[in-house]
């Protein structure tokens, strides 16, 4: 029996294994990619279906970084409109996915020429999610992002001590 292969369909006098389907069962054809790469049977393999792949994955980890932006940008928003509600989630917010975006970036550096688009899709939600969340209004926070990059990583914000 071979490795590459699964399974699939039982014919009468003999057993034939089918390869794993990309739209049926992606975990099985991916390990199935990575054994025929690995054996260097890089004929058998199914090169649009895996450079497909290889481009979500690079969205994903752009789809991080924005996250992690995002998550900034709105305790950001929040901080500097509400301070009387300032909170230590909001801080633990902001502090943790400031820690997000750097190890994004130190795993992904090719990501860091993409940071002020991600900047700008991440403040668009973020002045959404604040207008909502602190029933300002979304004419409250400025159309474009108010921080520059160092002020959104590097900005001191002090944790509120408990009352």
Known sequence: MNDITEPRRHFPGRTRRLPARYDRDLYSWAVQQAALLRAGRLIEADAGNIAEELDDVGSEQYNKLES??????????????????RSR???????????????????????????????????????????????????????????????????????????
């Not at 992690?68 to 409109?81: T, V």
């Not at 403040?123 to 926070?141: H, I, M, N, S, W």
Request: glycine share 4%; hydrophobic share 40%; aromatic share 6%.
């Open 68 to 85: 992690a932006l995002r998550i900034i940008l709105l305790h950001l928003l929040k901080w500097d409109h509400q301070p009387a509600r």
């Open 89 to 163: 989630s909001w801080w633990a917010s902001i502090t943790l996915g400031r820690n997000q975006v750097r190890r994004v970036l130190r795993k992904n550096p090719g990501l860091k020429r993409r940071l002020d688009e991600a900047i700008t899709a991440a403040y668009e939600d973020a002045r959404v999610q604040a207008a909502a969340q602190t029933r300002l209004g979304p004419r409250t926070f400025p159309a474009r992002c108010p921080f520059s990059r160092q002020q959104l990583m590097e900005r001191e914000i002090a944790c509120p001590v408990a009352e």
